[in-house]
């Protein structure tokens, strides 16, 4: 398996661009989480799915903040509009029933 | 809502040293709880985790960590640092229910290892 597959691994954006980054779970999981990591506050749960509902998103930061998972094998985090403290390292995560968590490799975005 | 606390953000060894990283938890039931290590630019990689069978768990890469109830702790412990252990650690314990189970971090602690 080719573990939770993240892209992009780099984004710049400007100001107020939309952003997406993308997310495919390990076949079988059906657990989804994205995680946002700063200097400032660590790791933290934005929103987490179970069976392609989201479950928990109390984590959203703002309504800028969107997450989606249309099936299985796919889910989108968006902002817009994009601000410069939006600028972290973006992890998903996927989790099975009888299986532990497997993380991503991160997008690290860059807001300017 | 269940926490942790890893006491210490910096820890610096000399390598072939003992490297012990604490960590404390709150949890009004049995937790789960989990040690990652992440290398710089780099994903998050599990070392062990407990999930309330022995209260000694072993982990990769000569790792260990002790579950002790009375004192709400989970420090893991190698005997003989490594250069290559320099990493962050990360500490979390599980929660939730219905098998929706999140992890939940702490702060984080940054090991070094000098010669």
């Known amino acids: 398996d080719a573990g939770v597959i993240q892209s992009p691994r780099h984004e710049v954006t400007e100001m107020g661009q939309e952003v997406t980054l993308r997310c495919k779970p390990i076949?079988?999981?059906?657990?989804l989480f994205w995680y946002r990591q700063t200097m400032m506050r660590g790791l933290e749960l934005l929103i987490y799915f179970n069976n392609n509902v989201p479950i928990d998103d109390s984590g959203m930061p703002e309504d800028r903040f969107s997450a989606k998972m249309p099936n299985a094998s796919f889910s989108t985090l968006k902002i817009q509009p994009s601000e410069p403290r939006d600028s972290a390292v973006y992890f998903c995560a996927s989790k099975g029933e009888a299986s532990g968590y497997t993380f991503g490799s991160g997008t690290r975005l860059t807001v300017v | 809502a269940q926490s942790v606390t890893q006491l210490g953000s910096h820890v610096s060894v000399s390598e072939g040293a003992l490297v012990l990283l604490r960590c404390n938890y709150s949890?009004?039931?049995?937790?789960?709880l989990f040690w990652y290590v992440q290398y710089p630019n780099q994903g998050l990689q599990l070392l062990l985790k407990?999930?309330?069978?022995?209260?000694l768990v072993k982990g990769i890469n000569g790792f260990e960590a002790e579950f002790k109830k009375s004192e709400t702790s989970f420090h893991l412990t190698k005997p003989s640092a490594h250069m290559s252990d320099a990493a962050e650690y990360f500490c979390a314990v599980s929660e939730g229910s219905g098998g929706y189970n999140k992890l939940i971090f702490g702060a984080g602690t940054r090991l070094a290892v000098h010669p």
């Open positions: 407990y999930t309330s069978a022995a209260t």
């Open positions: 076949s079988g999981h059906n657990s």
């Open positions: 949890s009004s039931v049995p937790p789960y």
